[in-house]
């Protein structure tokens, strides 16, 4: 059995690499669509289910993933995810046709949807509440870096090498990543063995399957208002059936009850808030650096660095910030500076220097890193151990919704400021990317309103330290929470 110091030394690295891993595979798969769609003879757009298709299976796979680490442990689960994982990615690379890298793309995102709960709730469970800060900390960085760098990554690949490596670079990496699991990670288990909950698990998977999946291709493909308008009606319909059915399971797939926590259900719903809007910016700016400012996709991909460079250096200074003034005002004033660094970048135009917009990319990389590292650590601030892995799951579920929304709502808003005029036309274009900057940034800030009802002394027993005297719950029904 390894012991528990060196447990703590090489789980948030282990799971940080996974979550690296997952992030930036979403993200590097779009800069080789054309490359693929070439090799397959397939047009580019006929390979938009590739993306859908990974997001089908993260929608699905999230809410089962809790209960699979209560029942089978949380290193074999894990090992498991990260095994499917690199196995899947070894099978996109050698697809002969698209039907194949769908088929992959959906086993893969099976494996990628275990990784971050189980590993969240792994580092939940190992680390006390007063060095959880820290430790969630550091896994968070590839979130916020992956989606960055997988264009840019993506892009190089595609220019030096084949398209099939994109896949492959992810086996030495899945390989080493199984290694540290099987020696180092530590094995967690449920107090209690509740059975499945299939029927919540079919209700509430194919709401936000279909919901994901109408959010993705929304904009994408040619979805008349009839068909879309019926799939979004049964989308609400099935998780409103799951939200009745919950109240009444003895066993619920996501209970939600843990909603009537306060610092859980501010990080979750306010978090959920705020990705709407910080989800549409790697959507939106290599754009406005690609077709408002004719910047070759290399040096676009520059640009993004900054905002990773700050990311890294934020964690060291997030434990102070929050010890020092606390998690209600942390992120209330904080996400207005999140907002006001998106609206900065409406003002970003073809003379503007690129130090300016390198300066923006820091800011923003700065907020964003703070914002996310509070918002995931104070969900768990008051949540009781045994319901860590529900916690983690309904975490889970709720971001990668907010990130379908994020993206969605990225390209919703362009094209209704841009309307009928071509993207060829560079001074329109640049204009509807600035008003999306500012309804992005509105969306934003209005998340703000969300925390602003925390209370002061909510989340200390992670930001300070202290025990929590009571749990702090609010005696308000589900239909408000």
Known sequence: ???????????????????????????????????????????????????????????????????????????????????????????????????????????????????????????????????????????????????????????????????????????????????????????????????????????????????????????????????????????????????????????????????????????????????????????????LYQLGLKLPAWQSGLLMMPTAAAAMCMKLVAPKLLARFGYRQVLVVNTICMGMTIALFSLVGVNTPWYAIAGIGLLQGFFNSLQFSSMNTLAYSDVEQKDSSMASTIASSFQQLSMSFGLASGSLVTAWFLGRVPQTNQVMVTQALHHAFITLAVTTMLSSLVFWRLRRSDGESISKGKAATAVAQDPAPLSQA
């Open 1 to 287: 059995m390894t012991d528990t110091s060196t447990v703590k030394r090489y789980l948030p690295w282990l799971v940080a690499t996974a979550l690296f891993m997952e992030q930036l595979d979403a993200t590097i798969l779009n800069t080789a669509i054309p490359s693929i769609a070439a090799s397959l003879e397939v047009t580019p757009l006929s390979l938009k289910s590739v993306a859908t298709s990974y997001i089908l299976s993260l929608a699905v796979g999230i809410p089962v993933s809790g209960w699979m680490a209560d029942r089978f442990g949380t290193r074999r689960v894990f090992a498991t995810a990260i095994a499917v994982f690199t196995l899947a990615s070894v099978l996109c690379g050698l697809s002969l046709n698209a039907p194949m890298m769908v088929a992959a793309r959906l086993l893969q995102g099976l494996g990628g949807a275990m990784m971050m709960p189980v590993g969240r709730l792994a580092i939940i469970r190992t680390f006390p509440k007063n060095e959880l800060l820290k430790a969630m900390n550091f896994v968070i960085l590839p979130a916020l870096i992956g989606p960055l760098l997988g264009p840019t990554v993506g892009g190089l690949i595609v220019h030096w090498l084949s398209w099939r490596a994109i896949f492959f670079v992810n086996v030495p990496v899945g390989l080493l990543a199984l290694y540290f699991v099987l020696n180092h990670m530590p094995d967690y288990r449920g107090a209690e063995t509740r059975p499945l909950d299939v029927i919540g698990l079919i209700l509430f998977s194919s709401g936000t399957a279909i919901l994901s999946w109408l959010l993705e291709v929304f904009g994408e493909h040619t979805l008349d208002g009839i068909t879309a308008g019926l799939m979004l009606a049964l989308s609400v319909a099935l998780l409103v059936a799951y939200v009745w059915h919950a109240r009444e399971a003895q066993f619920p797939l996501l209970r939600l009850s843990l909603f009537k926590v306060r610092t859980f259900r501010a990080s979750v719903l306010g978090g959920f808030i705020t990705r709407i809007g910080v989800g549409g910016l790697p959507f939106l700016l290599p754009l």
